[in-house]
């Protein structure tokens, strides 16, 4: 090979690498052996990408607490990936949630998803916060910020969270967060990214400068989803409804039609600028996988992958 020619390779690897947008991906603790499998191939397909972090969710009222802590510690003890737990105040007292910090801490864990929660089933959808608990996200990040100089990601919510009384609440709110120490925040899943782009023109009006990172939902099944967008408040438009429209036994279909959502969904995103994603791949690796590759988001070399995986 000449070497003018490998000199425009090199190039354009380096303006590859230079272009590539930072992802993260978010994963539930399993509940059966099977589950649990299919986690641990999916974090092994996807570890290559080298995410900035992965996060495991956190059953809002504790349920997950020890299958999240032993997934976490799992992923940052036997790969090279950055574990982050999400940790919520529902359900327990002060110190029991800076007593699993500090644990997590001990443990190397250096990055928290730090959340209210919602009201565990069976409280009759009513927020309480717990009598010796924190009461809302910005006081955990506060708690989290006195244990240890923890990285600390938030969430937030372009269509305005279900119980906020006005966007700009919801903006006040956040930007309390970020002053309490957070670094960035996720936001809920949303469609159409222009929801996205008119929240963060908001934000920084507000002054908040962190960064804004646009949570993906690969849509694996529409029903699911309609049903998590109803509870959370994400807004759906008729076009995706149409979109996926007479696909119910479709699965094959149904997959494509999702990956060219959110790759159309992405790319929007890149074009305006946005070098953040964050995925929530509810354990499934291929959707993820496919739309990072559209991004520019390959695999890298060295190890990334789990040392034992079953
Ligand atoms: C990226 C992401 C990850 C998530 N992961 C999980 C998870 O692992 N486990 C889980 O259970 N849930 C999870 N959730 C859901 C989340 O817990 C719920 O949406 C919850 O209802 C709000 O959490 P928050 O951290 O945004 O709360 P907060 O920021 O505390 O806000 C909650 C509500 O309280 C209001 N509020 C804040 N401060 C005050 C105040 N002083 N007085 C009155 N109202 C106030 C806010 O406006 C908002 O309406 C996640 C959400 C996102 C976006």
């Known amino acids: 090979m000449a070497i003018e ?4 390779r090199i190039g354009e690897t380096m303006a590859r690498l230079k272009s590539r947008p930072a992802v993260s991906f978010e ?6 052996e099977a589950m649990e499998r299919t986690l641990w191939q999916s974090i092994e397909r996807l570890a290559p990408l080298r995410p900035r972090f992965v996060s495991v969710t956190y059953g809002a009222d504790g349920s997950t607490r020890t299958r999240t802590h032993n997934v976490v510690t799992r992923i940052q003890q036997a ?18 949630v800076l007593d699993i910090a500090r644990n997590y801490w001990a443990h190397g864990i250096r990055h928290i998803v730090a959340l209210r929660g919602d009201p565990p089933q069976g409280s009759g959808g009513k927020y309480v916060p717990h009598p010796n608990g924190f009461a809302y996200a910005v006081d955990l990040v506060k708690g989290l910020m006195s244990v240890a100089d923890f990285e600390i990601s938030v969430a937030t919510y372009p269509e305005k969270h279900p119980e906020s009384p006005s966007e700009e609440f919801e903006l006040e709110n956040l930007k309390a967060k970020i002053d309490a120490g957070a670094d960035r925040a996720i936001t809920q899943f949303f469609f159409d990214p222009d929801v996205f782009l008119r929240f963060r023109d908001r934000c920084l009006a507000a002054g908040i400068t962190a960064p804004i990172v646009p949570g993906i939902l690969p849509i694996t099944r529409f029903p699911q989803m309609l049903r ?7 807004s759906v438009p008729q076009w995706l409804v149409d979109r996926f429209d007479g696909l119910d036994d479709d699965v094959e279909t149904r997959r494509m039609i999702a990956a060219s959502v959110a790759i159309e ?4 995103l890149q074009k305006h600028g946005v070098e953040e994603f964050h995925f929530y791949t509810l354990n499934r690796a291929e959707l993820t996988y496919a739309i990072c590759h559209t991004l520019g988001v390959r695999p890298q070399a060295g190890n990334a992958t789990l040392e034992a995986a079953s």
């Open 5 to 8: 020619e490998i000199k425009d």
């Open 27 to 32: 994963f539930f603790p399993p509940k059966d």
């Open 79 to 96: 790969t090279s990936l950055t574990a982050a737990p999400h940790l919520t105040c529902v359900g327990a007292s002060k110190e029991e």
């Open 228 to 234: 998590m967008a109803q509870r959370c408040g994400a």
């Open 265 to 268: 969904q992405v790319q929007h």
